[in-house]
């Protein structure tokens, strides 16, 4: 089954499998085209992956081999008239400042969490594990072997926490229960209301994922880690509000969601957001929480971004949960295969561990005509999509991302409710955000959390997040009087975001995609994938929803099963015991589907044309409502419930400020 | 009123063993010689009755991306049970078997049934994997072991029986409190308390 060749001919050639080139492989592959979708890696997803803990040491090990570039004469390969354009065919990771420590014990040996004598004495010591060059790991480090001998002389820590003997992880656990880490190399949220979002439920690629929502918005002030009130009720049980503050915070909010805003801000909006917010009478608890965890920004962002970015915040607020963000399980990575999958459902074929060496050009219409691949194929192409980083580039990035990724034995701010995913807002020169997640994500084991800090770089990203890692956390850096969870085990690299590429010389049939932004969501990715697909197929309908499962037919089959009635359960009747049950649901016409309801008592919406609403799965344990207006309607119709939501937003905060 | 319980079934197995034959055979009781793959399928759905409760399969084809070693992790998610499929009159595709259940042990869950289908048993003139073998290999491995054929429907609803016996029985729903979710439509109705 190994050595089958590629068909020589397609519509749409893609090379790599990033967010971006994922939706238009998707776009692409559901209205018609013939898409080729490689990817070099053994993976997908590209610098949007997520790993297993032993596929993100490979990885980790791969960034410091310099692949490089094979040369390769596909001359032979042209016909009159063709130029060719070779590409790189090493990888240029373009990762950065890589640095590993690890702090499990070495030993499958029992030790009180708490070392904090231990942990001074090492301090000294560590000094130089932390000058780990890039690109070196240490994953059996100094640290832990050191910690190891002082456990000996550990005295127990008086400030001990509620757990008390705690076994620490050791590194051979991590390895053995590696693969359910799911560890992504970019850290983003999705806004409740964003356009991945939307872009999912209308192309309906949301069935291939499940999501959590972001239970906590915490942020960090004065050394403690506080739970940020955002929705009505967070605000009126918060205990970092006094009554004076939450009426105000209230009626800031409402006021935010006014269609007459502008007009209130007007002289402000070029002035910083904290002038604004001074001006307001807001008080300092309140200007924090605004300024760092709901506009997300900083004191002298200009007024009307900041209340852009507040209003976007709020808008999202209360559709899914009671903070404006989702997480998919098994972590960021899913997304991208998502797209690809619904690429392959519609004719897409898939090759990982192959490349694109060389495109041909025409030389009258300077058009690409065709790419040679890592075997030496020939293969015709009408578009070529690649991911960024394919032409050898002399220009270093001018923006990057610094990143850490820890592993730890804790939340930062635990509660009963221990399956939390949060995101943590770090008010800094370049602030931080830090998103912890929880093992029900999907994305570590028991007994851990899985942390992500991203920032912009300022320097590498051990000089940019190490000091909020001390800070939040029981290293053998950290120094505070605070119980904080441990961390096990942390990677810091510097990432370079998606830049404008310099593609003025590329073929017009060629579209370059850019690698993830340092935003927190995903507009950017999606608005480039939409503008790609414009761009190859104008006027085409961007990921129209795919058909219901219960809508698909074999080629001119009809099933012999009777209509099922709206409002019947015709699944339940289709199944007598012993009889051949009727394949009901495979009739086109209505598929009233109770089966996924807990309470089985609404109908979902059916999906009896392509055009219409999403029937996949309802959203577990919670009601799904149909509205009769729903049916019918064309998926654009999605932005009415929209607008009616935000619209009860201010109301719902009104009635807040009279309780 | 009985439970629903779906549960996701992965097929795997190489191309042209009759993967999409098994699927439209369970779920629509018909054969094509000439199946289209797949295209516009991205799982297919039937309710069949259990014990006390109803299974309602969510069946994922590969889609195709198993033609090129290109399957995503993603494929493998939360499924309950997965059918490896293999050809009885292709001994190449029995011996590739077992390449899909490692794939298997290394990316899907693992509390994962597994069961192996032997295809095309309605061929039995040409066959060149022989059943003892292949049910030794499926015994070592603890998982079901059924011959099939999607043309003539036999064993079909078998293999789904089996795997249905094999799933283990539903735990208490409310254990998870904060469940994951997928999105819809039209969005659930916030869960607002009031005051």
């Known amino acids: 089954m190994a050595s089958e060749q590629l068909p020589s001919e397609f519509d749409v050639v893609i090379l790599g499998t990033g967010l971006v080139e994922s939706v238009v492989a998707a776009a692409c592959s559901r209205v018609g085209q013939r898409v080729l979708h490689l990817d070099r890696r053994s993976y997908y997803a590209g610098k949007w992956a997520s790993f297993t803990f032993n596929g993100l040491l490979s990885w980790i090990e791969e960034q410091s081999k310099i692949t490089a570039s094979e040369e390769h004469d596909w001359s032979s390969q042209l016909e009159d008239g063709e130029d060719l354009i070779g590409l790189t065919t090493g990888d240029v990771s373009q990762v950065t400042n890589l640095q590993v420590f690890n702090y499990t014990s070495e030993e499958e040996e029992q030790v009180p969490s708490l070392e904090e004598e231990a942990k001074e004495d090492e301090e000294e010591d560590e000094g130089g594990a932390d000058q780990t060059p890039a690109g070196e790991t240490q994953e059996e480090g100094a640290p832990s072997s050191e910690s190891e001998v002082k456990e000996e002389i550990n005295t127990p820590a008086q400030k001990s926490q ?121 008080s300092e608890n309140l200007q924090h929480f605004l300024i760092h965890s709901i506009a997300m920004t900083t004191p002298d962002t200009p007024t009307a971004a900041a209340l852009a970015a507040t209003q976007h915040f709020l808008k999202c607020l209360g559709r899914y949960g009671n903070t404006p963000f989702l997480f998919p399980l098994y972590g960021l990575g899913e997304i991208p295969q998502c797209f690809c999958r619904m690429c392959a459902v519609f004719g897409g074929i898939y090759c990982l561990r192959h490349s694109v060496h060389a495109l041909v050009v025409d030389k009258c219409s300077s058009r690409c005509k065709a790419v040679i691949d890592s075997t030496g194929q020939r293969i015709s192409c009408s578009h070529l999509v690649l991911e960024e980083g394919c032409f050898t580039q002399t220009a270093p990035p001018t923006r990057c991302v610094s990143r850490a990724v820890l592993i730890t034995d804790g939340s930062v701010l635990p509660t009963e409710a221990e399956q939390q995913v949060s995101i943590v807002t770090i008010p800094s020169e370049s602030p931080v955000r830090m998103v912890e997640l929880c093992p029900s994500s999907m994305t570590c084991i028991p007994g ?67 690698g993830p932004d340092g935003s927190l969501g995903h507009d950017g990715a999606i608005a480039q994938a939409e503008l790609i697909f414009q761009k190859i197929l104008p006027g085409e309908e961007f990921c129209p929803p795919g058909p219901a499962p219960e809508d698909i037919l074999y080629q001119g089959e009809e099933p012999d099963a009777s209509p099922a009635q709206p409002g019947e359960e015709p699944e339940a009747s289709s199944s007598q015991p012993g009889e051949e049950p009727e394949a009901s649901s495979s009739q086109p016409g209505e598929e009233p589907d109770t089966g996924t309801s807990n309470q089985g008592e609404e109908p979902e919406a059916s999906s009896s044309h392509q055009g219409e609403a999403e029937a996949s799965p309802t959203c577990k344990g919670e009601e799904s409502e149909t509205s009769p207006s729903q049916q019918g309607e064309e998926p654009d119709a999605s932005s009415s419930p929209c607008t009616e939501d935000s619209d009860t937003c201010p109301n719902q905060l009104e009635d807040g400020t009279q309780g | 009123n009985m439970a629903i319980r779906e549960l996701k ?53 590969t889609a195709g991306q198993e033609r090129f070693h290109s399957l995503a992790p993603m494929y493998y998610r939360g499924s309950a049970a997965a059918v490896v499929v293999y050809d009885i009159t292709k001994l190449d595709s029995f011996q590739t078997l077992k390449k899909w259940v490692k794939e298997l042990k290394e990316h899907g869950p693992e509390d994962i049934v597994v069961a192996i289908a032997g295809n095309k048993n309605d061929l039995g003139d040409i066959r060149e994997v022989p059943m003892k073998e292949a049910k030794e290999f499926a015994e070592s491995i603890a998982a079901i072991f059924i011959e099939t054929s999607a043309r003539n429907a036999v064993n079909v609803e078998e293999l789904f029986q089996k795997i249905s016996k094999q799933i283990p029985p539903l735990q208490n729903p409310d254990v998870e409190s904060n469940e994951s979710f997928k999105l819809t439509q039209q969005p659930p109705p916030s869960t607002r308390r009031c005051c």
């Open chain 1, 448 to 514: 851990t959390h899985l942390v992500h800090l991203t920032c912009q770089s300022v320097g590498s990203a051990f000089e940019d997040l190490s000091p909020v890692v001390n800070r939040m956390f029981r290293t053998p850096d950290s120094d505070h009087p605070e119980p904080r969870p441990e961390v096990l085990w942390c990677l810091y690299f510097n990432m370079p975001e998606g830049l404008e590429s310099e593609g003025g010389e590329l073929p017009p049939n060629v579209s370059v995609c850019l």
């Open chain 1, 162 to 282: 509620p757990e008390k003997s705690k076994k620490r992880l050791t590194y051979a656990e991590l390895l053995k229960e590696g693969r359910r880490f799911n560890i992504d190399l970019v850290s983003k949220l999705l806004y409740s209301r964003g356009a991945l979002i939307d872009l999912l439920i209308k192309s309906n690629v949301s069935r291939y994922a499940e999501f959590k929502n972001v239970i906590r918005i915490l942020t960090c002030r004065h050394g403690n880690i506080e739970q940020v009130p955002c929705s009505r009720s967070d605000v009126f049980s918060s205990k970092l509000l006094s009554v004076v503050e939450k009426r105000m915070l209230m009626r800031f909010l409402t006021s935010c969601l006014d269609r007459d805003t502008p007009l209130l801000y007007q002289d402000f909006a070029e002035r910083p957001y904290l002038e604004f917010l001074q001006y307001q009478k807001l």
């Open chain 2, 9 to 61: 079934v992965c097929l795997l197995g190489d191309t042209g063993v009759g993967k999409s034959s098994i699927v439209c055979r369970f779920v629509q009781d018909h054969f094509d010689h000439n199946i289209s793959p797949t295209i516009g399928a991205s799982f297919l759905t039937k309710t069949v009755p259990f014990g006390q409760e109803l299974h309602k399969y969510l069946i994922w084809d």
